[in-house]
Structures are given as C-alpha cells and as structure tokens.
C-alpha cells in the first residue's frame, strides 16, 4: 500500500464539478487555461484567480490536496519568478548591478509569469483531481473522434494513454515497494550528494524497468489471448453523456469570458 | 525472563494519515517477540502483516505508540534517521524479493548492503561470499548476471543480498510465494539453520504447515488487531480461533481432531506432525495388541 499523496491524484467527492461529463471538465479547464495566456493585467488575472477559487471550493476538495499538487512546482517558479526579475528590462529602472536590473517592467513580467504559472497548474489540478484518469481518457477519445477522418489512430491512441494512466499508480506502488527493499539493504536515498544519490537511485530504476516491460509483455500476451484487434470497433463499458448540467458549466464559462472582456476594457479604459 | 527483541507497544498505524484517503491499518497493537525465538506471524491477506513488518524494520513510522527493536525505540515523531537505526541489527526479505535485484553481477548485487552500512570493499565481498554459500550458491554464480539466473535462484541472490549484512533479526516475508515444492524447501530449511545459528526469525506466512514445523511462537492478526500470540501446538488444538481467523489446519491437525471426533483415544496434546501423529498411534495399537 501507497503511503505518499500523488500531485493531482483523484479525490472522489459527492460534487457538482465531479459529476459533470469528463468532457465538459476538460473542455472547462482548458478554456480556462486559454483565457490564462490571454491575460495581461492585474485585473484580468484577479478575476481569474476568483473563478479558479469558486471552482477550487466547487470540487469540495480539501485546500491542502491543492498544495500538495503546487508544492513540487515551487522550485520552478521561484526560479522563473526571479530570473523574470532580475533580467527583464523595460519602463523605470529602480536598482542595477552588473547585468542585474530591477525595472518596473520586470516586475510586471514576473508577476505575470508567476500568476500564470500558479493559475495554470491548480487550473489541472482541478481537473485531475475531480476526474478519474480513465474518464479523462474516455474524455480525450471523444474528443479526438472527428480526427478519425484523416486517418489518425484515435482508438489506439486512447488505449495507449488508458493504460498508460492505469498504470500510473501501480508504478508508484512499485516504485515505492522497490525503495522500501533498498532501504532494507541499507540504501539511504535522502542522504549524500546530488551525485551519490543518483548514482543510488540506479538501484531502483533497473528493478522498475526490468519489472515494466514485464509487465507490458505479460499485459500484450494477455490481450492476444483476448483476441484484441487494433482496428476493431468496440462499444463502452462507462458511456459518456452529456447532460443539461454539462451545458450549464460550458455556459458559465462563456459568462466567465463575458466577465474576463469586460475586465480586459476596463484595464484599457483607465490606460 | 528471555531478552525481548522486539516490542510493539500500543500502536497504532493509518496509511496517508490527515488525508481524504486516511485508512488505519493497525489498531492498538503490543506485541513481544523474544530474542532467538522462530515466530511465523499469519493471518489473512490485508490483517496488517506486512504493514507490522515494515514497522519493525523502521519503514513506517507508527501513528500512535512505540516500536522497540533491540533497545532503539522509535515514537510518531521520530525522525528519518531514528527510523534508519532501526534497520541497522534487521534484515528484511521482501515478498518476491527478487525484484529488488539490480547490478550487473550476482557478487555486486549482494555486495551492496554491506557496502551501504559502511564496509571496507574487501569485507563486503568476504561477507557476500559467505552470504552466497549459505543460500547454496557457488563461486561460479559470482560473476553472472542476477538476470540470467532462474527464479529460485533469483530470490537466493536476493536473500544472501540481506544475509550478507549479518542480521540478528531476520524478517521473511512469504520466501517460498511462487516457488516449487524443492525450491520452498531449500529456502526454509535455510532459515532453520539461521535459527539454530542464533537469528531470531520473523516468518509471514499463509502455509500452516510451515508454522506446525518450523515455528516456536504463532502471532495471528486479524483486522489489525492481534488475535492470539503462543505457541503452535496451543494455535491448533484451538478450533474456534482457527475458524474465527480463517486459518486452514495442517494436515497433520485435522487428522488428529478427526481421530479424536470419532472416538480414537490420542495421548497428550494435538499433533503437529505426521510423524508425530503416527507414532501416537503406533504406541496406542501397540497397547491395545499387549491388552488383548
């Protein structure tokens, strides 16, 4: 048994936001994620961040699962923040050693940078935590289905990213339980420098790939065995629906971009 | 009073605690395990076994209560470091350990604990080779590929990989999973001999006869919680603890609760053994031919 949370693992929740249709989720966060790029003023990104927090408190998902999906990005933001600080140029500058400046556009940019940043991951933070992987994959497949007309694999490309999202926690699972036999062995992972525990890390990464393609031959024998035909047509076990309330959240998002316009004139307006 | 090797006192385990996905493993669990003793810890698939197991080998930390293993006591707010100290005096075979196997040669592979805990090359590889000639396997292995080996060999590399670093507590948990009859036998007359050596031996198991012939002490878990602890021979002539934990009998047990249920005088206790139960019988006929 896994002891560790996972960023953006699945927390089930009797909300709205997890009953809608996984298409609409997806549809939702990446039009959200859209008007993210589009945004360029503080005003626009604080009416962003209020819809982000609506819909964080929406899931009914604990604040704290969030953190721990932002937690192990902080690092590159801090890191892009402060490059964007210190090395951007434009409007006054305040402060200056050697190539560092600190002007008034940079301030902006990071600030920019650091909004978008943090908007975008909690943004699919909100949709992985409120859609179990294989719905969101059902999702994907829908969604690509008009492609089959230019002949692009849609069916296999679904299975692939399926089996691939079946098997993220089954790999953690490992990952840990390897670990654990190491540590066993004597094997301190969190100890050392950068260099030794890589070199550590060696000890768990050959038993996982030696184990993974196991399993993906034993997983490829089993679907022979069941007959599995890349070209075949099948049907669903879960089948996706769209309902009212689907619609309903796309309009809100069409409400949410009324609402982002308007900030978008005022910020001109008072230029 | 026997020195204790291993004491668990009042504690409890929860998996991803203070998250949505909390699940309490362990409920208020103390237990004793004596120095030098062979203890098999059984009970069904999903009872805390394995998450007992990784307490004692500093894995986990407890959620509430403490862990003793050979006078270094971990608490909930032991550090990292404190938890590793654990480990020092254990040795922990993992369910199908061969899957911890890594390095391009058997020797390397088992040389790497020993090298983990601070040893000189030349000792890692004097107690590797060791290690390698208790598990059966000869100088000619050192050189090959762990991967080449077959699957009985894999999981004796695996097992010399911990012996190696000379434990006084050795944790199996299910050794013999997935191997042939001959192959499970190798392995546990292999641990017996560890015992006679001085080790004191933790066995997870689902095989009761591996309990009725090799084990001193039974530990029966159920739901997390500790459901009896003592010997074998006290286990089995306990019908309703076996039927309350799901427990199947060894052979040799049903045929004495049967012979007894039908009316067969047995002297003593409940048999352990076949050999046991036939040599009751023998002394029993035998009085009955001087009777006649």
């Given at each position: 048994?896994?002891?560790?949370?996972?960023?953006?693992?699945?927390?089930?929740?009797?909300?709205?936001?997890?009953?809608?249709?996984?298409?609409?989720?997806?549809?939702?966060?990446?039009?959200?994620?859209?008007?993210?790029?589009?945004?360029?003023s503080?005003?626009e990104?604080?009416?962003?961040a209020?819809i982000?927090?609506m819909m964080?408190?929406?899931?009914k998902?604990?604040?704290?699962?969030?953190?721990?999906?932002?937690?192990?990005?902080?690092?590159?933001?801090?890191?892009?923040?402060?490059?964007?600080?210190?090395?951007?140029s434009?409007?006054?500058?305040y402060?200056?050693?050697?190539?560092?400046h600190l002007?008034?556009?940079?301030?902006?940019?990071?600030?920019?940078?650091?909004?978008?940043?943090?908007?975008?991951?909690?943004?699919?933070?909100?949709?992985?935590?409120?859609?179990?992987?294989?719905?969101?994959?059902?999702?994907?497949?829908?969604?690509?289905?008009?492609?089959?007309?230019?002949?692009?694999p849609?069916?296999?490309?679904?299975?692939?990213l399926s089996?691939?999202?079946?098997?993220?926690?089954?790999?953690?699972?490992?990952?840990?339980?390897?670990?654990?036999?190491?540590?066993?062995?004597?094997?301190?992972?969190?100890?050392?420098?950068?260099?030794?525990?890589?070199?550590?890390?060696?000890?768990v990464l050959?038993?996982?790939?030696?184990?993974?393609?196991?399993?993906?031959?034993?997983?490829?024998?089993?679907?022979?065995?069941?007959?599995?035909?890349?070209?075949?047509?099948?049907?669903?076990?879960?089948?996706?629906?769209?309902?009212?309330?689907?619609?309903?959240a796309?309009?809100?998002?069409?409400?949410?971009?009324?609402?982002?316009l308007?900030?978008h004139?005022?910020?001109?307006?008072?230029? | 009073?026997?020195?204790?090797t291993?004491?668990?006192?009042?504690?409890?385990?929860?998996?991803?605690?203070?998250?949505?996905?909390?699940?309490q493993?362990?409920?208020?669990?103390?237990?004793?395990?004596e120095?030098?003793s062979?203890?098999?810890?059984?009970?069904?698939?999903?009872?805390?076994?394995?998450?007992i197991?990784q307490?004692?080998?500093?894995?986990?930390?407890?959620?509430?209560?403490?862990?003793?293993?050979?006078?270094?006591?971990?608490?909930?707010?032991?550090?990292?470091?404190?938890?590793a100290?654990?480990?020092?005096t254990?040795?922990?075979?993992?369910?199908?350990?061969?899957?911890?196997?890594?390095a391009?040669?058997v020797?390397?592979?088992?040389?790497?604990?020993?090298?983990?805990?601070g040893?000189?090359?030349?000792?890692?590889?004097?107690?590797?080779?060791?290690?390698?000639?208790?598990?059966?396997?000869?100088?000619?292995?050192?050189?090959?590929?762990?991967?080449?080996?077959?699957?009985?060999?894999?999981?004796?590399?695996?097992?010399?990989?911990?012996?190696?670093?000379?434990?006084?507590?050795?944790?199996l948990?299910?050794?013999?999973?997935?191997?042939?009859s001959?192959?499970?036998?190798?392995?546990l007359?292999?641990?017996?001999?560890?015992?006679?050596?001085?080790?004191?031996?933790?066995?997870?198991?689902?095989?009761?006869?591996q309990?009725?012939?090799?084990?001193?002490?039974v530990?029966?878990?159920?739901h997390?919680?500790?459901?009896?602890?003592?010997?074998?021979?006290?286990?089995?002539?306990?019908?309703?603890?076996?039927?309350?934990?799901?427990l199947?009998?060894p052979?040799?047990?049903?045929f004495?609760?049967?012979?007894?249920?039908?009316?067969v005088?047995?002297?003593?206790?409940?048999?352990?053994?076949?050999?046991?139960?036939?040599?009751?019988?023998?002394t029993?006929?035998?009085?009955?031919?001087?009777?006649?």
């Amino acid at each position: 048994m896994n002891n560790r949370v996972v960023l953006g693992m699945y927390v089930p929740t009797n909300s709205r936001f997890h009953s809608l249709d996984p298409r609409a989720k997806l549809l939702v966060v990446c039009w959200y994620v859209v008007l993210v790029f589009l945004a360029t003023s503080l005003v626009e990104n604080l009416w962003l961040a209020l819809i982000l927090g609506m819909m964080m408190v929406i899931t009914k998902v604990p604040f704290r699962m969030y953190w721990h999906g932002l937690k192990p990005m902080a690092w590159v933001i801090a890191f892009t923040v402060v490059v964007q600080l210190l090395f951007s140029s434009g409007g006054i500058t305040y402060w200056y050693w050697g190539p560092f400046h600190l002007t008034s556009g940079g301030i902006s940019d990071a600030g920019l940078v650091f909004a978008r940043f943090t908007l975008v991951i909690l943004a699919s933070t909100v949709l992985t935590v409120a859609t179990p992987p294989l719905q969101l994959a059902d999702a994907v497949e829908s969604i690509m289905k008009p492609l089959k007309v230019i002949h692009v694999p849609v069916g296999q490309v679904s299975l692939m990213l399926s089996i691939a999202m079946r098997f993220i926690p089954t790999i953690f699972d490992e990952v840990e339980t390897i670990m654990n036999a190491q540590r066993a062995r004597g094997a301190k992972f969190d100890e050392g420098s950068l260099f030794k525990r890589a070199k550590r890390f060696v000890s768990v990464l050959i038993p996982l790939f030696v184990t993974s393609f196991q399993r993906a031959e034993e997983l490829a024998t089993a679907m022979d065995a069941r007959d599995y035909y890349p070209n075949g047509k099948r049907t669903k076990y879960r089948l996706l629906r769209w309902q009212k309330r689907d619609w309903v959240a796309v309009g809100l998002m069409a409400f949410v971009t009324v609402g982002f316009l308007v900030c978008h004139w005022f910020n001109i307006a008072i230029i | 009073m026997a020195l204790c090797t291993v004491k668990l006192n009042q504690v409890d385990f929860t998996y991803q605690f203070g998250t949505p996905f909390a699940h309490q493993a362990l409920f208020d669990l103390s237990l004793k395990i004596e120095h030098g003793s062979y203890t098999a810890v059984v009970g069904p698939t999903g009872s805390g076994k394995s998450t007992i197991m990784q307490l004692i080998d500093g894995l986990l930390r407890p959620t509430k209560g403490t862990v003793s293993v050979n006078g270094v006591t971990v608490s909930p707010s032991s550090s990292l470091r404190q938890l590793a100290a654990l480990r020092a005096t254990t040795g922990f075979v993992f369910q199908l350990p061969e899957k911890q196997l890594f390095a391009e040669t058997v020797i390397e592979d088992v040389m790497f604990g020993p090298l983990n805990n601070g040893q000189s090359a030349s000792a890692a590889r004097e107690n590797a080779c060791q290690a390698l000639q208790q598990v059966g396997l000869g100088k000619e292995f050192e050189q090959q590929s762990p991967f080449d080996l077959s699957g009985g060999q894999m999981r004796r590399v695996a097992i010399a990989g911990v012996l190696a670093m000379k434990p006084t507590l050795l944790i199996l948990d299910e050794p013999t999973a997935g191997l042939d009859s001959q192959g499970a036998r190798q392995i546990l007359e292999l641990v017996d001999r560890l015992h006679q050596q001085g080790t004191t031996i933790l066995l997870v198991t689902h095989h009761m006869e591996q309990v009725a012939t090799y084990a001193d002490q039974v530990v029966v878990i159920n739901h997390g919680r500790l459901a009896f602890q003592g010997t074998p021979r006290k286990l089995f002539a306990d019908r309703k603890l076996l039927a309350e934990n799901s427990l199947r009998w060894p052979a040799a047990v049903s045929f004495d609760h049967a012979l007894r249920d039908g009316g067969v005088h047995l002297p003593g206790p409940v048999s352990l053994s076949l050999d046991e139960l036939a040599d009751k019988l023998a002394t029993q006929l035998k009085g009955r031919d001087q009777d006649e």
